[in-house]
């Protein structure tokens, strides 16, 4: 079986307290709602991806835990290939404590706990189905030699690589730009990796430039309302994007980056800026309600002009 989008990448259950505001350090403040949520930038990518209509996989690693269990479940109830889906009893199911404030941003800790235990030697069991995919996606909420590797084996048999380096950490290994066919941040990640401020699309365009220069197929970075810049080959394009009142940005980067896999999948000719401007659209969606897969949409409540 050929599958379209293979991520390795992480799982967390979402904690979500929304609040007024952000509290400060030492400070404690009344939210109005909680909820718990499925997350992890690697699991609302690849389910996006699914939603969209790739034939997708996970490969993870959960806690033999309530949450893992939930979370195992999540994935077949969305049409994940969960063959590769693991769990141990060394360490808890990754969670993310996240406080949402009325104007829709967040402030989020991560507990990877057994997305950590993922490992190289875990990859092994993928090859076959790696050798037969068409796109395989890595982000950073596991062991990056894990992530590192994977895209190595995906570069290794022609299968077509994003790289997402969230969150974002200092002192990356430089082959992450090599084996990354399309390197995907926002702006937080690319001013963390180049040390340059990143807000508007001109210092986003210089930014992307500085990462495509290190190695990188194509390089695009994401600015949240004022969509994205894209750069391949010698060129580079602000792709802008409707505005639309937001009410939860959590995960909309994910979605982003799942519409994007899904696009490189089932319509590899199809330009990279076409594909940014339809993945916009999809992430635009999905801001504009609450939680991070919940608010993600399917290809039946999409314009049939993005298929
Ligand atoms: O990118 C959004 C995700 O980041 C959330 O779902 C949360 O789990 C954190 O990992
Ligand atoms: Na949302």
Redesign the pocket.
């Known amino acids: 079986q050929t599958l379209d989008v293979i991520v390795v990448g992480?799982c967390?259950t979402?904690l979500v307290s929304q609040a007024p505001r952000l509290p400060k350090a030492g400070e404690t403040i009344h939210g109005h709602k909680f909820f718990i949520g499925f997350?992890?930038?690697g699991a609302?990518q690849c389910v996006q991806a699914a939603r969209l209509g790739a034939d997708s996989a996970m490969v993870c690693m959960v806690g033999k835990d309530f949450f893992g269990d939930n979370y195992i479940q999540n994935f077949k109830d969305g049409g994940v290939c969960t063959d590769f889906v693991k769990q141990t009893s060394a360490a808890a199911t990754g969670t993310?404590s996240?406080t949402l404030n009325d104007a829709g941003e967040n402030a989020?800790v991560?507990v990877a706990g057994a997305n950590l235990l993922l490992d190289s030697e875990d990859l092994k069991d993928v090859q076959p189905t790696l050798n037969r995919a068409k796109v395989l996606v890595c982000q950073l909420?596991i062991n990056p030699q894990t992530s590192l590797t994977a895209l190595r084996m995906a570069q290794q048999c022609g299968v077509k690589t994003i790289f997402n380096p969230?969150p974002a950490i200092p002192l990356m290994d430089q082959e992450f730009y090599t084996v990354s066919d399309v390197f995907c941040c926002n702006e937080s990640e690319a001013e963390l990796l180049t040390g340059r401020p990143v807000s508007s699309v001109e210092e986003a365009r210089d930014a992307g430039q500085n990462l495509k220069a290190r190695g990188c197929g194509a390089v695009i970075v994401t600015l949240g309302p004022k969509g994205c810049v894209v750069l391949r080959g010698e060129g580079s394009k602000h792709i802008p994007t409707a505005a639309v009142s937001a009410m939860d940005t959590?995960?909309a980067?994910?979605s982003f980056i799942g519409a994007l896999a899904f696009y490189m999948a089932r319509y590899p000719t199809m330009p990279l800026e076409e594909m940014a401007t339809r993945a916009n659209h999809v992430a635009a969606v999905s801001v504009q309600t609450l939680g991070?897969q919940t608010s993600y949409p399917f290809k039946k409540d999409l314009p049939a002009a993005l298929f």
């Open positions: 992480s967390m979402d997350g992890g930038k609302n993310a996240i989020i991560i909420e969230a959590t995960g980067g994910d991070a």
